[in-house]
């Protein structure tokens, strides 16, 4: 994390080897997010990128490549200077992982490449490839003891999400990376904890006298976390249809969002310290039966219908998804956090595909006021008292409550007070990742998800999963691609006298 430091430290020496270099991934994000490095100063002098590429990509080839996804997705205008300085310090290096003698040719090249650009032998190993592929590349690197930190040079492995598909998955995945790597050197993205808002959940709550006092079961009736997407499922059903919104969102994203807002204060501002109290929190989440995981939880599919001038058509018919999938795109929970803070508070949680807006962002909702000191005016109702922590579409915190109306009677109305990064911070656009990137780079695992962390966020989603498999279509709703999501999750916050805030 960029702590407060006005002058960033520079990364030490590193080779920056890329699993999947040919990916969306690599040409999406982590190279326009080497960039934005290279363009404010903050890659190393001596730095090298190798790209793990299938056999026959040529160095110039790949470089070609990348520098065509940096014109199309780069987040500011492309500096030619900067973009070739780096550009020529990407080398294809064909390794395979089925075919161990590439990797002890893998480690010769990285030997000689280090040599040759003076990386001291740190190195930084970036898994972007799909999750079917990181068991079987740790091993090689294990195996090749490419992972051995020695001579004071480090040696860390990043892995991208999905991270498992299960808690027994997750688990198999973490015991099999820590034969071969000390819990120091993985880090886990999710590339939530590389968004500014979300990184300001820590400073907001604990940076704050006035909060913290407040944030409890005694002034808190209920917490609303949305990650509304107007997207379909697009070319990527079949990634999706095995998948559903409930594990491509919630165990990761979703719950990096409500264990920032649910942990206790951690000791200190350290990554030791702050993913023991997120873990903590997503620990203290209560189990369901399989009764009470249908009755908490609301799953649908979405229908054809109109977002702006696109025609969305039934999901079922989007390419690569089983005709009779039963796989949804929409999920709403609610849960509880059974400890002294949240005891009675419930956390209600929603994300899905295909809707009416892309919003994202944590609502807060104070318990309400009394109304009994107005009963002799002619003020009959008190607006909600919310505090937003917003996500999307605009970063910022708005703060609702009541205020009286001008006049000479007694009028209430809610009113709204707000804070947007933008007015208050000149940041360039930036992907989001460069702080995640630069982190690994410095050592620095804050913003990275532990291994205890990630089987909570599994152990806790498993009830609704095995409920889920148990029922089968049964349960299954339906939406129109356009829409706020399903009439049956207005009714899962109805039944408890409270509503979702609205998406647009
Ligand atoms: C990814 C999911 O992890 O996050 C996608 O796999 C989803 O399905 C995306 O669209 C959402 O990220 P963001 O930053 O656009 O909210």
């Keep these: 994390m960029t702590h407060t430091s006005p002058r960033q430290r520079v990364p030490d020496s590193c080779a920056f080897v890329i699993f999947g270099v040919t990916g969306d991934l690599t040409h999406r994000l982590v190279i326009p997010s080497l960039y934005n490095l290279a363009a404010t100063d903050l890659l190393p002098e001596q730095f090298c990128v190798v790209g793990i590429a299938r056999k026959g990509t040529s160095s110039d080839a790949l470089r070609d490549s990348l520098m065509k996804g940096l014109r199309r997705f780069a987040t500011r205008p492309v500096d030619e200077a900067v973009a070739r300085r780096l550009l020529e310090c990407v080398t294809a290096v064909e390794a395979d992982a089925k075919d161990a003698p ?59 999400k999905p991270f498992g598909t299960d808690l027994a998955s997750a688990r198999a995945l973490n015991s099999e990376l820590l034969k071969i790597a000390g819990e120091h050197q993985i880090y886990r993205i999710d590339h939530y904890l590389g968004k500014e808002t979300v990184q300001n959940i820590l400073v907001l709550r604990f940076a704050n006298g006035m909060f913290e006092p407040i944030w409890n079961r005694n002034h808190i009736d209920h917490v609303q976390i949305t990650v509304a997407e107007k997207l379909d499922v697009e070319h990527r059903g079949s990634f999706y249809d095995s998948t559903g919104a409930l594990r491509d969102m919630v165990p990761n994203h979703l719950f990096q969002l409500l264990s920032l807002v649910a942990m206790e204060p951690p000791a200190r501002f350290d ?72 005891a009675g508070v419930p956390f209600y949680l929603r994300t899905g595909k295909a809707l009416a807006a892309k919003r994202s962002e944590v609502a807060i909702k104070f318990k309400q006021a009394p109304l009994a000191m107005f009963s002799c005016t002619p003020v009959d109702r008190l ?28 009028s209430i109305d809610g009113v709204e007070m707000t804070f947007h990064y933008r007015d208050y911070f000149k940041a360039e656009p930036s992907t989001g990742y460069e702080t995640l990137i630069y982190d690994c780079m410095i050592g620095d695992n804050i913003l990275f998800q532990r291994a205890d962390g990630v089987e909570a966020g599994w152990q806790a989603v498993e009830p609704f999963l095995d409920a889920w498999k148990q029922a089968g279509a049964q349960g299954l709703k339906t939406y129109r691609a356009g829409s706020e999501g399903p009439a049956d999750a207005n009714e899962l916050l109805k039944r408890d006298r409270r509503s979702w805030r609205k998406i647009c």
């Design 102 to 160: 590439s990797f002890d040719f893998l480690r010769k090249r990285l030997d000689e490449l280090e040599a040759a650009r003076g990386t001291s032998g740190n190195r930084l190993f970036y898994l972007a490839t799909p999750p079917i592929a990181f068991a079987p590349i740790a091993r090689q690197l294990g195996r090749t003891g490419l992972l051995k930190e020695e001579n004071g040079a480090w040696r860390r492995l990043v892995v991208e």
């Design 271 to 342: 990554a030791h310290a702050v993913r023991t109290e997120k873990a903590e929190a997503l620990a203290a989440i209560q189990p369901q039966s399989v009764a009470d995981a249908l009755n908490n939880s609301v799953r649908a599919q979405y229908l054809a219908g109109q977002i702006g001038d696109k025609a969305i058509p039934d999901y079922r018919r989007t390419k690569d998804v089983a005709p009779e999938s039963t796989t949804e795109t929409y999920v709403a929970l609610k849960l509880a956090i059974d400890n002294w803070r949240w």
């Design 383 to 410: 607006s909600q008292n919310y505090l937003v922590i917003g996500i999307e579409p605009t970063e910022g915190i708005e703060l609702q409550f009541n205020a009286k109306v001008p006049g000479p009677t007694i």
